[in-house]
């Protein structure tokens, strides 16, 4: 059973760039959600898709943007790169309608975004 | 508002010892979910355990146990007898919000041989 599969692994932009990560959901997901993780501090959450929609979207800048394909894989966007942009990049699968609403979060390794 | 708040920053121990990892959080939902995390160098975060918070009963499971109170808004964990495969940086999180996560910063936990 395949789970959270992200990529790359790492990747090294310079400012004003743009960049694209990767998800492949846990098998028998529909939701994928972005975190963005910068050094010593928890995840901080960016958005989720559910049936290629945005559902849910934290407190980050248009500059950030996603797709989910019909296949629930995902994509994260960032434009406009900034040295703060540095950081890890987490992505999670879940069940949208699942049975029990404590359902955890799947996360994947992550892709470590360094800008300079 | 929702937050969650890990006050220990690191915890150094030593092999076999207890160790109580802290969690406050803040929410005005009726109804939210509270979740540990590991998080090991290879960076994956790893589900451990989760308590609705219609369910105060505390539970062990292995070497893992839980401490939720409502009352003081608190969902702290224990792991029995560490082990250094049990360093790695753990986070508490809470599901609220429209099933949003909000996590902790973390606390950093070494165990030394």
């Known amino acids: 059973d395949a789970g959270v599969t992200q990529s790359p692994t790492h990747l090294i932009k310079t400012r004003g760039q743009q960049v694209t990560l990767r998800c492949s959901p846990k098998s028998g997901h529909d939701t994928v959600s972005w975190y963005q993780q910068a050094l010593g501090q928890g995840p901080q959450f960016i958005f989720q898709y559910y049936e290629e929609e945005e559902r849910q979207r934290g407190n980050f800048p248009d500059r950030f943007s996603g797709h989910q394909f019909p296949n629930y894989s995902s994509e994260l966007n960032v434009n406009a790169l900034l040295l703060g942009d540095s950081a890890l990049y987490l992505c999670?699968?879940?069940?949208?309608?699942?049975?029990?609403?404590?359902?955890?979060?799947?996360f994947g390794n992550g892709t470590r975004l360094t800008v300079t | 508002a929702q937050k969650v708040t890990q006050a220990q920053t690191e915890i150094s121990v030593v092999e076999k010892e207890d160790v109580t990892l802290d969690c406050v959080y803040e929410?005005?939902?009726?109804?939210?979910?509270l979740f540990w995390y590991k998080q090991p160098p290879s960076g994956e975060l790893v589900f451990l355990i989760r308590r609705n918070s219609f369910d105060e009963q505390n539970e062990i499971s292995g070497r893992y146990s839980w401490n939720f109170q409502k009352s003081t808004s608190s969902f702290n964990f224990t792991i029995t007898a560490s082990q250094v495969v049990d360093s790695a940086v753990y986070f508490c999180a809470l599901r609220a919000n429209f099933n949003k996560f909000y996590f902790g910063s973390g606390t950093k936990l070494n165990v030394k041989p």
């Open positions: 999670a699968s879940s069940l949208y309608f699942s049975g029990t609403r404590n359902s955890p979060l799947h």
């Open positions: 929410t005005r939902d009726t109804t939210y979910y």
